[in-house]
């Protein structure tokens, strides 16, 4: 049976929404949770519920790594600190997967130098799904590299198909580059070269370029990019989502009529709602390293850390 830990201090909401969670996916998984951090204040918050000692220990840190800390001092000078104990945890084979609300860039870095990258890997990616109208896409990388060189997304390409196929179970998944045209010549150096590189592996099912207007239609299955790039989509359609919910709340109250309306699409509203409900999508992984691990949204409340829980153990 797997053990998944948690860093129970990492998040705008740690430590009370990230003990919720976990408290939620004990009665759901099958796993045991190691709930990393304080050990005085994650007793404090568990003894409002009730639940099954047996799926949950703690492992005491008592250093926390903040957001506003640089990523490369903090984990080597935060030794002590919750993502720093729950890395080496992995590192050390003490569990199979490690969650963290915390700091993406002092994730990444203790990932790399804790954990390692898996022999030939240049650098390690974020990749989330998103939602599209046939489904989701893999959208890697999501701001793990903000600068990246054409031979980092080749890798990014290969590391999302073998994900794809390994945990999603689609064969030979389709392979996009984001650029500002479908055109091989268009966009700067970087997508220039890498549609070079991606267009003469046949090791991925490279279908060419993607305009961002093409991106919700599902045109394929993994969206390849540097993390400057990802980030900003991954966000866009995050806000976008909410707009347009927002709207249809907006246009359904105006009069007993539309009101009338929205009762008689209440299902496909709510199946809307849920495309763009990232509390249900779990994490991000990061593709590359030597371990399973997992960053949720740093404002990640109970219900996106149950979410990712059970995807970590998926």
């Keep these: 049976m797997s053990r998944i830990a948690i860093d129970v201090m ?12 976990c408290v939620l996916a004990a009665e759901k998984l099958e796993s045991p949770l190691v709930l990393v951090g304080k050990e005085d204040v994650i007793k404090e918050k568990l003894a409002a519920y009730t639940y099954d ?3 949950i ?3 005491h840190a008592d250093e926390v790594i903040e957001m506003g800390d640089s990523p490369v001092a903090a984990i080597r000078q935060k030794k002590n600190s919750s993502m720093v104990v729950g890395l080496k945890l992995v590192k050390e084979k003490q569990v199979d997967g490690f969650v963290s609300a915390g700091s993406t860039g002092a994730l990444l870095t203790g990932a790399t130098l804790i954990v390692g990258r898996i022999k030939g890997v240049e650098r390690p990616a974020m990749a989330p799904f998103i939602p599209t109208e046939t489904g989701c896409a893999l959208l890697i990388d999501c701001g793990a590299n903000v600068d990246a060189k054409p031979t980092y997304l080749n890798q990014f390409a290969r590391m999302g198909t073998v994900y794809m196929e390994q945990c ?8 996009g580059l984001v650029n500002i045209g479908t055109e091989e010549e268009k966009g700067n150096q970087l997508t220039k070269e890498a549609y070079k590189l991606l267009d003469a592996d046949a090791s991925i099912n490279f279908c060419g ?3 961002a207007r093409d991106i919700p239609l599902g045109k394929v299955d ?5 993390g400057f790039t990802g980030n900003i989509i991954l966000k866009f359609m995050e806000g976008f989502g909410k707009w347009i919910l927002g709207m249809l709340k ?3 109250l105006k009069s007993l009529k539309t009101k009338l309306a929205a009762v008689l699409m209440k299902k496909g509203i709510g199946e809307i709602k849920e495309k763009f409900n990232y509390a249900t999508k779990g994490g991000a992984p990061f593709l590359g390293v ?3 691990i997992v960053k949720t949204h740093g404002s990640s409340k109970s219900q996106e850390i149950l979410s990712t829980l059970i995807q970590t153990e998926g």
């Design 53 to 55: 000692a047996s799926k």
């Design 168 to 175: 999603m179970q689609i064969k030979s998944p389709k392979v």
């Design 222 to 226: 993994i969206l390849v990019c540097d």
């Design 57 to 59: 220990e703690i492992v």
């Design 250 to 252: 907006v246009q359904f």
């Design 10 to 21: 990492g998040g705008d909401h740690a430590p009370d929404e990230i003990v919720k969670g």
């Design 209 to 211: 370029n993607v305009e």
């Design 290 to 292: 030597n371990g399973l």
